[in-house]
């Protein structure tokens, strides 16, 4: 498939996909609802009038949406069946307005966890007359009311991450049912047309988880940056203000003056007496 012609596939027991390489091997591929993660990598967002505008909603009023580059967290990739130069991580991301309420075919096995919306992970072929590339894509779909309070995050600047959880199927794998890995290459079911590369059947789910990361504070780390709870620093050592090779000379000071004050003490009273007996 990869040089333009599908490689043959069929059906197998239970959905599973079996393909017949050009060199005649085989590769079982099994469906399976797979938990996805996305982190965001650029998200921008803009206004546009909604393309299924009813005419009986009266005036058509703008509405948001928000779209950018979206990366599969983890060591897994994305790729088309038989396809491996299609082997990606990272997809665009759109993220736009849907009021109605999910039905439970709308989530029919995947409902594991309440649903935040709707979404779909599909793969976009090249278009020569719209000059459009290859393309993977994660559409997601939220009420009113959580869509603006992501508008008005990204608006304020506030948010630095934006990360998605979706429950898809089918997404197929290479491992058996019976020991399935978390850590693997996930398919999509390609679509062939007159034995030639054809649309790829998206994988269709809900949205089951939303974080939003805002900008970082920095917080005391346990007891260490509590000043309250800090030891008082031990007292610097007294230092003596004359160094060791003084102190003989301050010794002889002392000794001159005491003796100095003895011997004029002595001057005093010898020359009393000389007067008085003169």
Same mark, same amino acid.
Request: include cysteine.
């Given at each position: 498939?990869?040089?333009?012609?599908?490689?043959?596939?069929?059906?197998?027991?239970?959905?599973?996909?079996?393909?017949?390489?050009?060199?005649?091997?085989?590769? !079982?591929?099994?469906? !399976?609802?797979?938990?996805?993660?996305?982190?965001?990598?650029?998200? $921008?967002?803009?206004?546009?009038?909604?393309?299924?505008?009813?005419?009986?909603?009266?005036?058509?009023?703008?509405?948001?949406? &928000?779209?950018?580059? &979206? %990366?599969?967290?983890?060591?897994?990739?994305?790729?088309?069946?038989?396809?491996? %130069?299609? $082997?990606? !991580?990272?997809?665009?991301?759109?993220?736009?307005?849907?009021?109605?309420?999910?039905?439970?075919?709308?989530?029919?096995?995947?409902?594991?966890?309440?649903?935040?919306? !709707?979404?779909?992970?599909?793969?976009?072929?090249?278009? %020569?007359?719209?000059?459009?590339?290859?393309? /993977?894509?994660? #559409?997601? $779909?939220?009420?009113?009311?959580?869509?603006?309070?992501?508008?008005?995050?990204?608006?304020?600047?506030?948010?630095?991450?934006?990360?998605?959880?979706?429950?898809?199927?089918?997404?197929?794998?290479? #491992?058996?049912? #019976?020991?399935?890995?978390?850590?693997?290459?996930?398919?999509? $079911?390609?679509?062939?047309?007159?034995?030639?590369?054809?649309?790829?059947?998206?994988?269709?789910?809900?949205?089951?988880?939303?974080?939003?990361?805002?900008?970082?504070?920095?917080?005391?780390?346990?007891?260490?940056?509590?000043? /309250?709870?800090?030891?008082?620093?031990?007292?610097?050592?007294?230092?003596?203000?004359?160094?060791?090779?003084?102190?003989?000379?301050?010794?002889?000071?002392?000794?001159?003056?005491?003796?100095?004050? /003895? #011997?004029?003490?002595?001057?005093?009273?010898?020359?009393?007496?000389?007067?008085?007996?003169?």
């Amino acid at each position: 498939m990869d040089n333009g012609v599908v490689s043959q596939l069929r059906e197998g027991e239970d959905g599973e996909l079996i393909e017949t390489r050009p060199d005649g091997k085989e590769q !079982r591929y099994h469906p !399976r609802s797979y938990s996805v993660t996305f982190s965001a990598c650029e998200l $921008r967002v803009g206004q546009a009038f909604p393309c299924s505008a009813r005419e009986d909603v009266g005036t058509p009023l703008l509405t948001y949406f &928000a779209e950018g580059k &979206a %990366r599969l967290i983890g060591d897994d990739s994305l790729s088309v069946i038989g396809e491996p %130069r299609h $082997r990606t !991580r990272k997809v665009s991301l759109s993220i736009g307005v849907d009021d109605r309420p999910l039905q439970s075919e709308d989530a029919a096995g995947l409902m594991f966890q309440s649903a935040c919306g !709707r979404a779909a992970l599909g793969f976009n072929r090249a278009d %020569r007359e719209s000059s459009s590339v290859d393309e /993977w894509y994660l #559409s997601i $779909r939220l009420h009113t009311l959580s869509m603006q309070q992501l508008i008005d995050a990204v608006l304020a600047g506030k948010v630095e991450g934006v990360t998605v959880e979706v429950k898809l199927q089918p997404l197929y794998c290479t #491992s058996s049912p #019976s020991m399935p890995r978390d850590d693997e290459d996930l398919y999509v $079911r390609p679509v062939a047309c007159n034995n030639l590369p054809g649309f790829a059947q998206p994988a269709d789910g809900v949205l089951v988880g939303l974080r939003l990361d805002y900008a970082a504070v920095k917080l005391p780390d346990g007891e260490e940056d509590v000043p /309250w709870l800090e030891e008082p620093p031990e007292p610097a050592p007294e230092v003596d203000p004359l160094p060791p090779a003084l102190y003989h000379v301050v010794a002889r000071i002392e000794a001159l003056r005491e003796t100095l004050m /003895w #011997s004029g003490g002595l001057i005093v009273a010898l020359l009393a007496i000389i007067a008085f007996k003169g």
